[in-house]
């Protein structure tokens, strides 16, 4: 079973605003089988030795240090929540605070310590998300299908599902007409199909509530048509997988959804680029790495583009927003473009995660801002 709880903004935005001596940040590496989750759970004891080490390196107060390690040793010994992991995990740690993401998209292992959490690769997953829903629908049969990175596609059973178009309608069949004349052959079946897309959407409901995955639709006419009318969910995907999925595999219908968010992705990423480089244009929008900073620390960032795997070493002075570049990262902060981003979460400024060739101008990271500074 995979299980994940995937960070809202408003989660990393509350993570990147707390700032404290002995902030630990650990990223791992897990799965969804036993031998993997014992082997992440050896990691991350490993990586919480590694970071008692650097905290005492950096002077914390012992109390705090036994604090953090206490923390640790809970979520170690805690076996309910080693049977159920995802692809990544998270791990954040101060001694007043204990935080946990279990992540779908595969994390590079990692173990951060300093004055705040090291929130960027959490970024990745709330740019572009790296599941999706297949809800695969024909007139005879109804299934719901997650795809995750890296992972085989999974069933998801959804309580009150209809079966197909008939049993949603109370009938052994939609073909004909009733003895009392009532609407029953092939004049009504779009109202029967209507009948059954939104008994669909009421089964989905509740577990799509409080979803950020995309969902694809998988049908043909006029089943899809009926059913986009009716839907209510805000992330269905416009493009569909046509025919009738019932010839389709899970497997197979997962290759296929993977084409769709790779386009979907593809038309956002480009959309991003030519609206920044619009605002470049009508100076609107930053791409020297000094100009940002300050833009930043002043809360002028409305949006933030940047290289998800790139560091920058330095500083960015707490007042003025200067930034001072180093040779290398110090022991106990993550650079300028880590910086950069958290004091833009501070000013509720939007933020994407992209590759190199993604970032707007060129380099580490490009900004619209809300007013010149």
């Not at 509530?209 to 899809?224: C, H, M, Y």
């Not at 022991?331 to 004091?343: A, C, L, N, Q, S």
Request: glycine letters at 6%; proline letters at 6%; a negative charge.
């Amino acid at each position: 079973m995979e299980y994940k709880d995937i960070p809202t903004k408003a989660d990393i935005e509350r993570i990147s605003a707390l700032r404290e001596p002995g902030c630990v940040s650990i990223y791992l590496p897990t799965g969804t089988t036993p031998p993997e989750a014992d082997r992440a759970r050896i990691e991350l004891k490993n990586h919480l030795s590694q970071a008692v080490r650097a905290l005492e390196t950096l002077g914390v107060s012992k109390a705090r240090i036994g604090a953090v390690q206490a923390e640790g040793e809970v979520i170690l010994e805690d076996r309910d929540f080693w049977r159920y992991q995802s692809r990544s995990l998270a791990v954040f740690l101060d001694g007043e605070v204990a935080q946990t993401f279990r992540l779908p998209n595969r994390l590079t292992s990692a173990c951060e310590v300093a004055d705040r959490f090291y929130v960027k690769p959490l970024l990745r997953a709330i740019t572009f998300p790296q599941s999706a829903l297949i809800l695969a629908l024909a007139q005879n049969s109804v299934r719901l299908i997650r795809i995750a990175a890296e992972a085989p596609p999974t069933p998801v059973e959804v309580e009150g599902m209809p079966q197909d178009v008939a049993s949603a309608a109370g009938l052994p069949s939609i073909s004909g007409r009733s003895p009392d004349g009532r609407v029953q052959g092939s004049e009504g079946q779009k109202v029967r199909m209507l009948e059954y897309v939104q008994a669909i959407d009421r089964a989905l409901h509740p577990l799509l509530a409080n979803s950020t995955e995309p969902l694809i639709l998988a049908a043909a006419e006029p089943l899809s048509g009926i059913f986009r009318g009716a839907s209510t969910y805000p992330r269905l995907v416009e493009e569909t997988i046509g025919g009738n999925p019932e010839e389709k595999t899970d497997e197979e219908l997962s290759t296929a959804a993977r084409g769709v968010l790779d386009a979907l992705y593809a038309r956002k990423t480009e959309e991003l680029k030519d609206d920044f480089e619009a605002r470049i244009a009508a100076g609107t929008a930053l791409v020297d790495l000094s100009d940002i900073a300050r833009a930043a620390t002043f809360g002028a960032v409305e949006a933030l583009v940047f290289d998800i795997d790139r560091r920058v070493p330095g500083t960015v002075d707490d007042e003025s927003g200067a930034i001072s570049l180093a040779d290398d990262d110090a022991p106990g902060h993550y650079g300028v473009v880590d910086e950069i981003i958290r004091r833009s979460l501070a000013s509720k400024a939007k933020v994407y995660a992209v590759r190199a060739e993604d970032v707007p101008g060129g380099g580490a990271v490009a900004a619209a801002v809300r007013f010149p500074v």
